[in-house]
């Protein structure tokens, strides 16, 4: 059983940053592939980024691609989403999910555990 807990959300103007925080509280997920996702009010969740167990490997969500970084540290059991360049439609609830594995999916039925959700709004 893996319990995620995000951070580090809130509101930002338009072009600018923020980092999101996902703790888990599994002793090492050095076995789980982590993903990010997303939902906007009235709209499916959507995959953003993911990073493999060993941190070798990446994928993103073209709208992000070039914006965003999604990294972690697993001495830490935590994962990362640097978000920069921020636009409007980067609005969402984000969330944090893992998967047991290294594949790098990108649908939510994939991943077995997700956090709770945090808010992020870009205001223009």
């Known amino acids: 059983q893996v319990q995620l807990v995000e951070s580090g959300g809130g509101l930002v103007q338009a072009g600018g940053s923020l980092r999101l925080s996902c703790a888990a509280s599994?002793?090492?997920?050095?076995?789980?592939?982590m993903g990010w996702f997303r939902q906007a009010p009235g709209k499916e969740r959507e995959f953003v980024a993911a990073?493999?167990?060993?941190?070798?490997?990446?994928l993103y969500a073209d709208s992000v691609k070039g914006r965003f970084t999604i990294s972690r540290d697993n001495a830490k059991n935590t994962v990362y989403l640097q978000m920069n360049s921020l636009k409007p439609e980067d609005t969402a609830v984000y969330y944090c999910?893992?998967?047991?594995?290294?594949?790098?999916?990108?649908?939510?039925?994939?991943?077995?555990?997700w956090g709770q959700g945090i808010q992020v709004t870009v205001s223009s």
């Open positions: 999910a893992a998967r047991l594995g290294s594949g790098l999916e990108t649908g939510t039925y994939a991943y077995a555990y």
């Open positions: 599994r002793r090492t997920l050095s076995s789980y592939t």
């Open positions: 990073n493999s167990w060993a941190g070798s490997s990446t």
